[in-house]
């Protein structure tokens, strides 16, 4: 099951979950339901950016602006959703990717600290975005990984299908897959009630009426 995050919602009745299996796919989601009546922007109030860095276990040492963070957040978003539809993203939105990770990379220092049993890789003063266009990068140059990421068909949430046969269809069985096992079992108890109504002697009564007017 996914794992929820303490973000602060608004009067929004929903709950941001970690779905993604990947930093960029998780910033990419937050926003729910984008460009349906229903979206709602996980990054307001600004306060949830915080949030959002502790859960994510990032320590993005650098402040950017919040108009700033939705707009990469949205260049991500773009470059996902296209992947998972099966579509070439932009080569502006694959540009601005490279260009921020290469910048990552090139502040990269290597380190051994003093009880580790292995060198590690720091970067100094990086921000949000460039942490998610690294992770954005690392995802796009692994043809394996790239055959995985897929879309929500309920909230349209991007996430790496791990599972076997690679049919997952949503974000979180609990929640858009619930409500369409819901919605299914709803219309067949529809479907049921009008085909009973339509073949007792009332209802054909009625249909014949219907048909001779």
């Not at 929820?4 to 979950?17: E, I």
């Not at 796009?140 to 309920?154: E, F, H, I, K």
Request: glycine content about 6%; charged content about 25%.
């Amino acid at each position: 099951m996914a794992r929820p995050v303490d973000l602060d919602p608004g009067t929004y009745a929903g709950t941001y979950k970690l779905v993604g299996g990947s930093l960029a796919l998780d910033f990419a989601n937050l926003v729910s339901y984008r460009g349906d009546h229903r979206e709602h922007d996980w990054l307001d109030p600004p306060s949830n950016v915080s949030r959002w860095c502790a859960a994510v276990g990032l320590d993005a040492a650098v402040a950017e602006p919040p108009a700033e963070l939705k707009r990469f957040r949205e260049v991500t978003a773009r470059t996902f959703l296209a992947i998972a539809e099966g579509a070439r993203p932009t080569d502006a939105d694959l540009s601005e990717i490279g260009a921020r990770a290469a910048g990552v990379w090139a502040r990269r220092r290597l380190r051994f600290p003093a009880e580790a049993s292995a060198a590690e890789w720091v970067v100094s003063a990086a921000s949000l975005s460039d942490e998610v266009a690294a992770a954005a990068a690392a995802l796009l140059t692994s043809a394996d990984a790239l055959l995985r990421v897929s879309a929500c068909s309920g909230c349209g949430w991007l996430f790496l299908d791990t599972s076997r046969n690679r049919r997952r269809q949503w974000c979180d069985p609990a929640d858009c897959g619930n409500r369409a096992r819901q919605r299914r079992h709803y219309e067949r108890h529809a479907q049921s009630a009008q085909a009973k109504s339509r073949s007792s002697p009332r209802g054909a009564a009625a249909s014949s009426q219907r048909s001779a007017t």
